[in-house]
């Protein structure tokens, strides 16, 4: 078989929660040695996020796929975790600025220890400024960066989502960083620091906010469901209760869907030519879309729809997402054989590559299941791992 694309890549990852333990997990899934770091006496508190079963996170089964879980407590270890560095070609850490440094492992000394490392340094509100030292999660970068200022209904407040969204995009533009350090390292020979702050990337997904304020002084407020750039754009209740999502950011796709649920005429106003102008109208579009879905089932408005060549998706739960079949056509979620919990489900690796796809070859193991062999593979002896562990460094 041909080698997997970051065969031989070797990453290790001193993170917690989620940004960079899942950006780690992003490069495992194709094929970088991924090798996990966990305090010896508190473990990565994502091990108890999320539903469990039989005492076992059921979350950390994805996010720790594909890596050999070891135990250091790096404040007291700081000799094995320069071995190990030295052995290593990323290091991906979320410690607030300051701690590595104070433990005498700051970026500094990890460059001399092993020049070609790729050091992505993922926290908060990055290594510099005022914020930089105060504690953060994803929810306070979902706060800040303004999605949750124009998240909700108009007349309700700022919301903020469910689950760690700001942590899940900072994770891939952390794994991109990784994969754009490394093939400068290829050029240079010189590894780099890379600074993620995760108020920024999510920042970045929501668009042109910025200039437009700048150029213009517009402040995009709370609208639901709706867009100001388009209509109709909302989810509709269909009559056996279920909901369905619209969307017609394309001119074309606005005219089949007005055509469809039978009010052509609108189409013919001037203010439908633009989606802009469109969304100044959507009282009287979503009356016309709701009303028409709200008159068939789920399955009829699909069937619809397609045949109109209209863009429209179902409102799945969890248990929709297990039974569509677009995502089974895609393989979006495989079953992963798990000593722990036997067959265990979890979503597939990011995207499809034809000639070097990415596996998921094992699910997250148990706090420091390879501490041994980890330590092992740097020189530690059998001796020196028992005396490491009766002090607790391990």
Same mark, same amino acid.
């Given at each position: 078989?041909?080698?997997?694309?970051?065969?031989?890549?070797?990453?290790?990852?001193?993170?917690?929660?989620?940004?960079?333990?899942?950006?780690?997990?992003?490069?495992?899934?194709?094929?970088?040695?991924?090798?996990? !770091?966990?305090?010896?006496?508190?473990?990565?508190?994502?091990?108890?996020?999320?539903?469990?079963?039989?005492?076992?996170?059921?979350?950390?089964?994805?996010?720790?796929?594909?890596?050999?879980?070891?135990?250091?407590?790096?404040?007291?270890?700081?000799?094995?975790?320069?071995?190990?560095?030295?052995?290593?070609?990323?290091?991906?850490?979320?410690?607030?600025?300051?701690?590595?440094?104070?433990?005498?492992?700051?970026?500094?000394?990890?460059? *001399?220890?092993?020049? &070609?490392?790729?050091?992505?340094?993922?926290?908060?509100?990055?290594?510099?400024?005022?914020?930089?030292?105060?504690?953060?999660?994803?929810?306070?970068?979902?706060?800040?960066?303004?999605?949750?200022?124009?998240?909700?209904?108009?007349?309700?407040?700022?919301?903020?989502?469910?689950?760690?969204?700001?942590?899940?995009?900072?994770?891939?533009?952390?794994?991109?960083?990784?994969?754009?350090?490394?093939?400068?390292?290829?050029?240079?020979?010189?590894?780099?620091?890379?600074?993620?702050? !995760?108020?920024?990337?999510?920042?970045?997904?929501?668009?042109?906010?910025?200039?437009?304020?700048?150029?213009?002084?517009?402040?995009?407020?709370?609208?639901?469901?709706?867009?100001?750039?388009?209509?109709?754009?909302?989810?509709?209740?269909?009559?056996?209760? &279920?909901? +369905?999502?619209?969307?017609?950011?394309?001119?074309?796709?606005?005219?089949?869907?007005?055509?469809?649920?039978?009010?052509?005429?609108?189409?013919?106003?001037?203010?439908?030519?633009?989606?802009?102008?469109?969304?100044?109208?959507?009282?009287?579009?979503?009356?016309? +879309?709701?009303?028409?879905?709200?008159?068939?089932?789920?399955?009829?408005?699909?069937?619809?729809?397609?045949?109109? *060549?209209?863009?429209?998706?179902? +409102?799945?739960?969890?248990?929709?997402?297990?039974?569509?079949?677009?995502?089974?056509?895609?393989?979006?979620?495989?079953?992963?054989?798990?000593?722990?919990?036997?067959?265990?489900?979890?979503?597939?690796?990011?995207?499809?590559?034809? *000639?070097?796809?990415?596996? !998921?070859?094992?699910?997250?193991?148990?706090?420091?299941?390879?501490?041994?062999?980890?330590?092992?593979?740097?020189?530690?002896?059998?001796?020196?791992?028992?005396?490491?562990?009766?002090?607790?460094? +391990?």
């Amino acid at each position: 078989m041909r080698p997997a694309p970051l065969d031989g890549v070797k990453v290790l990852e001193a993170a917690t929660l989620f940004a960079g333990p899942l950006a780690a997990t992003f490069l495992g899934d194709f094929g970088a040695d991924v090798t996990k !770091i966990e305090h010896p006496a508190r473990p990565d508190a994502a091990r108890t996020h999320g539903a469990s079963k039989d005492g076992v996170g059921l979350w950390f089964k994805t996010l720790g796929r594909n890596k050999r879980l070891a135990t250091l407590d790096l404040s007291r270890g700081r000799d094995v975790f320069l071995s190990l560095v030295q052995q290593n070609d990323v290091l991906v850490e979320n410690f607030r600025p300051g701690t590595l440094e104070r433990w005498g492992l700051g970026p500094d000394v990890l460059l *001399e220890a092993n020049p &070609r490392l790729v050091i992505a340094r993922v926290t908060a509100f990055g290594q510099v400024g005022p914020w930089s030292r105060r504690p953060g999660f994803g929810s306070l970068a979902e706060a800040m960066s303004g999605f949750a200022a124009v998240t909700g209904e108009p007349d309700g407040p700022p919301t903020l989502p469910p689950f760690g969204l700001a942590d899940g995009i900072t994770a891939l533009a952390t794994a991109y960083a990784v994969l754009v350090a490394l093939r400068e390292r290829d050029r240079s020979g010189a590894g780099q620091v890379i600074d993620m702050a !995760i108020i920024e990337p999510i920042l970045m997904m929501l668009g042109g906010g910025i200039t437009a304020y700048q150029q213009t002084g517009y402040v995009q407020p709370r609208l639901g469901n709706r867009s100001s750039n388009n209509a109709p754009r909302n989810v509709y209740r269909t009559l056996d209760g &279920r909901w +369905v999502a619209v969307s017609t950011s394309s001119q074309s796709i606005a005219e089949r869907v007005l055509t469809l649920v039978g009010r052509a005429d609108l189409v013919e106003q001037p203010w439908f030519a633009t989606g802009r102008e469109r969304a100044q109208h959507a009282d009287e579009l979503d009356d016309a +879309v709701g009303s028409w879905i709200a008159a068939r089932s789920l399955e009829l408005v699909m069937e619809e729809f397609e045949k109109a *060549e209209a863009a429209v998706g179902p +409102v799945h739960d969890i248990r929709g997402i297990m039974t569509d079949p677009q995502y089974a056509a895609l393989e979006t979620i495989v079953s992963v054989d798990d000593d722990e919990l036997g067959p265990v489900q979890m979503q597939n690796v990011l995207f499809r590559l034809s *000639e070097s796809p990415g596996a !998921i070859k094992w699910a997250g193991r148990p706090h420091g299941a390879n501490t041994d062999e980890v330590l092992a593979e740097i020189g530690v002896t059998p001796d020196q791992l028992a005396a490491l562990r009766a002090a607790g460094v +391990v």
